[in-house]
Nanobody, 123 residues
Framework: VQLQASGGGLVQAGASLRLSCALSLRTFSGYTWGWFRQAPGKEREFVAAMTWNGGSTVYADSVEGRFTISRDNTKNTVYLQMNTLKPEDTAVYYC?????????????????WGQGTLVTVSS
């Protein structure tokens, strides 16, 4: 299983970005998805997660109302739409997946990880 994250870049505060994560599998069904991020010198932290059928989504308090996780089953791709970006959102963003389970906030519960994409928000 391979995950390919993309869409990062340098933006000003208040701007938007959409991250993508493509899954290299025949079937997209059954996988729970998560987005995490890691700022320099900090632990990797939870951002958002979605169950395999999209029936449940959870967000970190710091991004609730600004970020949206979604999926396109026809493209085997998960997205993280990030609006009203703040300098404190600057980090390397990672997508993660696991088969089944709930939309977990715990990084250790995910089995597959993308390589990360850098988001830099200037003030």
């Amino acid at each position: 299983v391979q995950l390919q994250a993309s869409g990062g870049g340098l933006v000003q505060a208040g701007a938007s970005l959409r991250l993508s994560c493509a899954l290299s599998l025949r079937t997209f069904s059954g996988y729970t998805w998560g987005w995490f991020r890691q700022a320099p010198g900090k632990e990797r932290e939870f951002v958002a997660a979605m169950t395999w059928n999209g029936g449940s989504t959870v967000y970190a308090d710091s991004v609730e109302g600004r970020f949206t996780i979604s999926r396109d089953n026809t493209k085997n791709t998960v997205y993280l739409q990030m609006n009203t970006l703040k300098p404190e959102d600057t980090a390397v963003y990672y997508c993660a997946a696991r088969y089944g389970g709930s939309a977990s906030r715990t990084k250790d519960e995910y089995d597959y990880w993308g390589q990360g994409t850098l988001v830099t928000v200037s003030s």
